[in-house]
């Protein structure tokens, strides 16, 4: 058995190994694991493997062979534990088995109903539970990482913004890539020809917003979907990043993060948001600036490349989530205000 030491990265303000229980001496398993993972030590027996810096950009795929696997603690022991549990059935080949187990009595993740036509119980206490896998998921359907679509509900104001974020997306490094717009932009829009408009007929006031982002799903080509508003700005090497990241993923947002400083080198949580950031983050009051007019920023900020701030913002926020795939997730009940995931990085200078 391989056993497998997870370490947060110290940034996010987690528990390390040593503020954790170890592992119990003599522990005894429900079945062979062929892989055993926890952010726990054990007193005394040395670790095959330590994963180090975890963060939620990070997944640790390389610690899923082939064989069962178990997981101990790991749900009471990190806020990354969904990520990991997600990640966990999807790498574990049809037949075998995976186990969660933590100290006390809980409540399994994988008991979810996503799971329940692919993971059958086969022994359950209150403190373990064992799967095994008789069919596979839902995403590991397709591991393609190459066609994306990219798509943005939009309006008819001022295109600035939205001709600068549309910009980036055509010089993305994918290899198949669609721009779909959900909405009509603003007549000082340059890229008619290189876009997709849909949802022409969908009305406002008041903006439907929860509507056109199913429109956009609905309407996307490749199995791989971006939702983003008009005000996101992608990095150029976005591919490079998704392909590090790793095919199976799930439904994925990320934060909200503005640039309130004048001199706008670095990124700070809207209210609210509070991990990654450490002691500056405790004193800032968040908040987003209010940008009445788009067209009060000239086009030339829009010219200079702006992906070392997006990196910038990337390496402090550890819990970031990049992508949005999952199309049955994005069923929102209609004008629902509360569900949907929110996605804007503000990057303006």
Known sequence: MKTTHLQHHPSLGYLAADSLRKLPVGLLLPHECSGFVSFRAHPFRKRERVIKNLHAALRPLSMYDSGSYCFYGVQSDSPLAPLLLWDGPHFLNVGEKITVIEDTEFECYLDREYFAGSLKVIERSATSVTYKKVARLAAESDDDLDGWSFCLPVGPGDATVLNAVVKRILEIDVPSKEILLCGTPGSNFAYFDKVRIVGQDITAPPVQICKKKNRLALEAGFSNLVILHDRVFLPRNFGEIVRRFGP???????????????????????FGLRH?????????????????????????????????????????????????RDRQSLHLPEGSVECFPVGRVFVLG
């Open 248 to 270: 199976r993923y799930p439904l994925m947002t990320h934060a909200k993060h503005v640039f309130r400083q004048s001199a706008q080198y670095a990124p700070s949580p809207p």
């Open 276 to 324: 990654g950031f450490g002691r500056d983050s405790q004193r800032s009051s968040g908040g987003e600036p209010k940008l009445q007019r788009c067209s009060e920023y000239r086009p030339v900020d829009f010219s200079r490349d702006r992906a070392d701030r997006f990196q910038l913002c990337q390496c402090h926020a550890l819990q970031q989530r990049l992508l949005l």
